[in-house]
Nanobody, 128 residues
Framework: QVQLVESGGGLVQPGESLRLSCAAS????????IAWFRQAPGKEREGVSC????????YYSDSTKGRFTISRDNAEKTVYLQMNALRPEDTAVYYC?????????????????????WGQGTQVTVSS
């Protein structure tokens, strides 16, 4: 069965960095786009970034563009989210997600409607 396990969250000060990891198992990751989402208390879950399966194109939300970088290592079955210049408003539980469909080879959406499998999340807290 599909399993996604996030790790790497923690407590950091504003301006610092973190790298999140998403370890995938139970499916052939090469054929699927992977996305990161986050959910802050009292807010909707929002798309942060995604990476396509075929050409590894990357997409970011406006609030994370230029600060976050998504990457994938299919051999290690892991997707990463490098987060730099963290801000208090980045505080949230971060989730990785995979769609059931394999059609996101060259573009990928940041809407949760397209994603079917989710990890358990990892907490990121940015505070001084």
């Amino acid at each position: 069965q599909v399993q996604l396990v996030e790790s790497g969250g923690g407590l950091v000060q504003p301006g610092e960095s973190l790298r999140l990891s998403c370890a995938a198992s139970g499916f052939t990751m090469d054929y699927y786009a992977i996305a990161w989402f986050r959910q802050a208390p009292g807010k909707e879950r929002e798309g942060v970034s995604c990476i396509t399966s075929t050409d590894h194109s990357t997409y970011y939300s406006d609030s994370t563009k230029g600060r976050f970088t998504i990457s994938r290592d299919n051999a290690e079955k892991t997707v990463y989210l490098q987060m730099n210049a963290l801000r208090p408003e980045d505080t949230a539980v971060y989730y990785c997600a995979v769609p059931r469909a394999t059609g996101f080879g060259y573009r990928c959406p940041l809407s949760r409607d397209y994603y079917d499998y989710w990890g358990q999340g990892t907490q990121v807290t940015v505070s001084s």
